[in-house]
């Protein structure tokens, strides 16, 4: 059975760091890359940084120097290290396997971030 568990979120102050972490299982997680997306109330859901399977990592501008993606095939964990939290980082958000060759990509059921005073 394919899964993938986020956790790590929660309630942090402007200007804080959260560390989200993706568990996944039931696939070959290191052959497929690894994308965090987020989605706030009201908005479309958006990519906010990938790691391919080989490791190359790319980040949506509104997140550059602030935010770090990593994997760690043996533990089939995927992390989002969130520093200089704001406000606007509040969202859901979920991790996401994906491959060229699949016919289909998993979705994990997400993890709220709220960033408030």
């Known amino acids: 059975q394919v899964q993938l568990v986020e956790s790590g979120g929660g309630l942090v102050q402007p200007g804080g760091s959260l560390t989200l972490s993706c568990a996944a299982s039931?696939?070959?997680?290191?052959?497929?890359?690894v994308d965090w997306y987020r989605q706030a109330p009201g908005k479309q859901r958006e990519l906010v940084a990938a790691i391919a399977s080989g490791g190359r990592t790319s980040y949506a501008d509104s997140v550059k120097g602030r935010f770090t993606i990593s994997r760690d095939n043996a533990k089939r964990m995927v992390y989002l290290q969130m520093n200089s939290l704001k406000p606007d980082d509040t969202a859901v958000y979920y991790c996401?396997?994906?491959?060229?060759?699949?016919?289909?990509?998993?979705w994990g059921q997400g993890t709220q971030v709220t960033v408030s005073s």
């Open positions: 039931g696939f070959i997680f290191s052959i497929y890359g």
């Open positions: 996401n396997a994906n491959a060229p060759f699949a016919a289909s990509d998993f």
